[in-house]
């Protein structure tokens, strides 16, 4: 069993930066891959990024491709997103989430995840 617990959003100006975190209990976290998805009001949910569980490979969504970092601290328990050149449309709930066989269902695939936080709010304004 993994929980998961997300921290960092807020309000920011567009071309700000925020730094979301995700903690996570349960001892076998290095084994999981990792990944961050987002909701918009009245839009599907979307795949931001993700990592691997040795955090050797990451994965974006293009629109995020060059602003956004994901990255992991196994001995913390926590994966991070650090946001820049933030934008309009980046404005979402965003939520971490945590998976066994992310690498072999696809990483940007909800169903392979099994483990999922509240989210937390990011809202950027022009």
Do not use: H
Not at 18 to 29: I, P, Q, Y
Request: hydrophobic share 35%; with cysteine.
């Amino acid at each position: 069993q993994v929980q998961l617990v997300e921290s960092g959003g807020g309000l920011v100006q567009a071309g700000g930066s925020l730094r979301l975190s995700c903690a996570a209990s349960g001892r076998t976290f290095s084994t999981y891959g990792m990944g961050w998805f987002r909701q918009a009001p009245g839009k599907e949910r979307e795949f931001v990024a993700a990592i691997s569980w040795s955090g050797g490979s990451t994965y974006y969504v293009d629109s995020v491709k060059g602003r956004f970092t994901i990255s992991r601290g196994n001995a913390k328990n926590t994966v991070y997103l650090q946001m820049n050149s933030l934008k309009p449309e980046d404005t979402a709930v965003y939520s971490c989430a945590a998976g066994l066989t992310v690498g072999l269902v696809g990483w940007s695939n909800e169903r392979a995840y099994d483990y999922w936080g509240q989210g937390t709010q990011v809202t950027v304004s022009s």
